[in-house]
């Protein structure tokens, strides 16, 4: 998912130096004309030890939505939301609620 400025992309992947077996990232460019960074991961407050894939950004950038394998969910690739009140830093993950 790229926010609406062209300036962040969040990716799921499972390159080396994740948190579990994929994992979600960041990468950011300083204009739209420039190359994306090597992408950063956004570590364990929203990664877990399982698979966290297909990133979701709200369109003003604050609130990332995900789907998350990890324990204590419904089931497998349970939806899971975090926020952040500046762009760049998570604050924490949350399962979004839903039936058993």
Do not use: C, Q
């Given at each position: 998912?790229?926010?609406?400025?062209?300036?962040?992309?969040?990716?799921?992947?499972?390159?080396?130096?994740?948190?579990?077996?994929?994992?979600?990232?960041?990468?950011?460019?300083?204009?739209?004309?420039?190359?994306?960074?090597?992408?950063?991961?956004?570590?364990?407050?929203?990664?877990?030890?399982?698979?966290?894939?297909?990133?979701?950004?709200?369109?003003d950038?604050?609130?990332?939505?995900?789907?998350s394998?990890?324990?204590?969910?419904?089931?497998?690739?349970?939806?899971?939301?975090?926020?952040?009140?500046?762009?760049?830093?998570?604050?924490?993950?949350?399962?979004?609620?839903?039936?058993?």
């Open positions: 998912t790229i926010r609406r400025d062209g300036l962040e992309m969040i990716i799921s992947s499972g390159r080396p130096g994740g948190v579990g077996s994929e994992d979600l990232w960041v990468s950011t460019r300083s204009s739209t004309l420039d190359p994306w960074g090597t992408p950063v991961n956004l570590g364990p407050v929203v990664n877990s030890s399982a698979f966290d894939g297909a990133p979701a950004l709200s369109f950038g604050t609130t990332l939505y995900f789907f394998e990890r324990s204590g969910g419904l089931g497998n690739r349970d939806l899971y939301v975090t926020t952040r009140a500046r762009v760049h830093e998570p604050d924490v993950a949350e399962r979004v609620a839903g039936r058993k």
